[in-house]
């Protein structure tokens, strides 16, 4: 996990930077904020917490986007985004997906973390209304 979820983000990070990209979306997951609240997790949510870290100091201008338990199912183009959400909340990953476009897209969401599951709210309107 370490290498992949924090290593290796750090090393895209890094090479973003110096590539000069514009914009860096990651993805990340809720709980990261505090690892210590799932044991079995801790070391998966340690890493990303640790790689959200190293994206926000690396002065690009970034999203991360903390997605609930993911799972296989259609996505429903609906999803709950906030600050912080349900932390037993899931989300197709499909519905990931289009978050992450949309966060990549939005030239209104710069340098900013929020969390997303399954909701009620269109996403596009959900990313609207969360503009930060």
Known sequence: MKEVDQEGAKKLI??????GIKK?????????????????LEDYLRAKKNADEHLKKS?????I????????????GKIELASSVSKEGSISRA????VLVQALQDEVHKNATFEVINGETAISGAMQLNKV
Not at 25 to 36: I, N, Q, R, T, W
Request: no cysteine; hydrophobic share 30%.
């Open 65 to 76: 986007v903390r997605a609930g338990q993911l799972t296989d199912d259609e996505d429903t």
């Open 59 to 63: 002065n690009l201008t970034y999203v």
């Open 95 to 98: 519905d990931v997906g289009q």
């Open 24 to 40: 860096f979306v990651m993805l990340s997951s809720v709980g990261a904020d505090a690892p210590e609240y799932s044991e079995e």
């Open 14 to 19: 890094d090479a973003s930077k110096k590539s």
